[in-house]
């Protein structure tokens, strides 16, 4: 399966290994939970928590609050949670672990996950979705967008 077009939608994701998926499934994890950290000059404002994406009819992802709280706004290209997702139990280290590599930067999303309870670096991105995500209450893009602080 090429996880770059079913999964990611990006052609940078070309070269992730079936192999790789293969290893995880191996060893139990049938589905990943996805912790994308939105870090705004090296402080999480806000998360968003995905799994099922192998499915897009069943996929879930819903933005929190740093407190995992939902957050007042979603993607309108996915259907969100009915109840708020179980919080990892290395979800504090998680917080603190983003906000140290986004340490020095104006923003940038930082995607972790929890397996096993063992945390594990996924990637680090500058423009998520290519700056062209669509919110449920659009009124959230402006928002998000007043975090950004270019001098």
């Not at 994308?36 to 996929?59: I, P, Q, R, W």
Request: hydrophobic fraction near 35%; charged fraction near 25%; include cysteine.
């Amino acid at each position: 399966m090429d996880y770059s077009v079913r999964v990611q939608r990006g052609g940078g994701y070309a070269l992730i290994a079936d192999g790789y998926i293969l290893y995880l499934h191996q060893r139990g994890v049938n589905s990943l939970t996805d912790y994308k950290f939105y870090c705004f000059n090296g402080e999480v404002k806000y998360l968003y928590v995905s799994k099922g994406l192998e499915d897009h009819e069943t996929a879930r992802i819903s933005f929190l609050n740093p407190d995992w709280t939902f957050a007042p706004f979603n993607r309108n290209d996915y259907k969100p949670f009915d109840k708020l997702p179980p919080k990892p139990e290395s979800f504090e280290l998680m917080k603190n672990f983003a906000a140290k590599l986004a340490a020095g930067t104006k923003f940038m999303r930082v995607d972790l996950y929890e397996i096993n309870h063992k945390i594990y670096f996924s990637e680090y991105t500058f423009a998520p979705c290519c700056g062209m995500m669509p919110f449920d209450r659009p009124e959230y893009d402006k928002e998000l967008g007043d975090l950004l602080k270019i001098n």
